[in-house]
T-cell receptor, first 114, second 113 residues
Framework: KAGVTQTPRYLIKTRGQQVTLSCSPI?????VSWYQQTPGQGLQFLFE???????NKGNFPGRFSGRQFSNSRSEMNVSTLELGDSALYLC?????????????FGPGTRLTVL | EDKVVQSPLSLVVHEGDTVTLNCSYE??????LLWYKQEKKAPTFLFML????IEKKSGRLSSILDKKELFSILNITATQTGDSAVYLC?????????????FGKGTLLTVNP
């Protein structure tokens, strides 16, 4: 089975721009979560989608948004980028609805905001 | 707000040593605790713990959960340089339709030859 894939792997943007990141979960997984990882804050939960519905959102400003499509692929969008948004963005998929909580992470998108 | 605290934050040992990493949690509607290993890439899954007192084991790694005292430990015996990584634990809040992981800051383990 193919793992979680994320595109692009690296991205450089300037302040004020917006960015869209994509995540394709493991086949059959309907839960997709997004995380931001920085050296200072560690892994922080952004949001989780299940069957195209956002079930949970972390403590991030409204500039961070996401969506999930009917094939379970997910995108997250960050508008009006700030320097502090530079981070590794990880997505993880889970077969949560099949009785296991294990989350499988993708390789991440490294976002640099200049 | 859910909280997961790991200790120590960093640890340096010699090959062959045994280490114990700690994870305490305060998670509403606690469902499971996950352990991950992260090298210079995405976290890789180690263990999922749901029941108290049942040890999970994989090779030289083992982990156990105490739901009464709200903590978990990860043991690594006969450490090798390849065990050098950040070890993360996460608590899962799963009440109703909720499903949210809260990660600790991680323990940076360095194993010297």
């Amino acid at each position: 089975k193919a793992g979680v894939t994320q595109t692009p792997r690296y991205l450089i943007k300037t302040r004020g721009q917006q960015v869209t990141l994509s995540c394709s979960p493991i086949s059959g997984h309907r839960s997709v979560s997004w995380y931001q990882q920085t050296p200072g804050q560690g892994l922080q939960f952004l949001f989780e989608y299940f069957s195209e519905t956002q079930r949970n959102k972390g403590n991030f400003p409204g500039r961070f948004s996401g969506r999930q499509f009917s094939n379970s692929r997910s995108e997250m969008n960050v508008s009006t980028l700030e320097l502090g948004d530079s981070a590794l963005y990880l997505c993880a998929s889970s077969p949560w609805d099949r009785g296991t909580d294990t989350q499988y992470f993708g390789p991440g998108t490294r976002l640099t905001v200049l | 707000e859910d909280k997961v605290v790991q200790s120590p934050l960093s640890l340096v040992v010699h090959e062959g040593d045994t280490v114990t990493l700690n994870c305490s949690y305060e998670v509403t509607n606690f469902r499971s605790l996950l352990w991950y290993k992260q090298e210079k890439k995405a976290p890789t899954f180690l263990f999922m713990l749901t029941s108290s007192g049942i040890e999970k084991k994989s090779g030289r790694l083992s982990s156990i959960l105490d739901k009464k005292e709200l903590f978990s430990i990860l043991n690594i015996t006969a450490t090798q340089t390849g065990d050098s990584a950040v070890y993360l634990c996460a608590g899962i809040n799963s009440g109703g339709s909720n499903y949210k992981l809260t990660f600790g800051k991680g323990t940076l383990l360095t194993v010297n030859p």
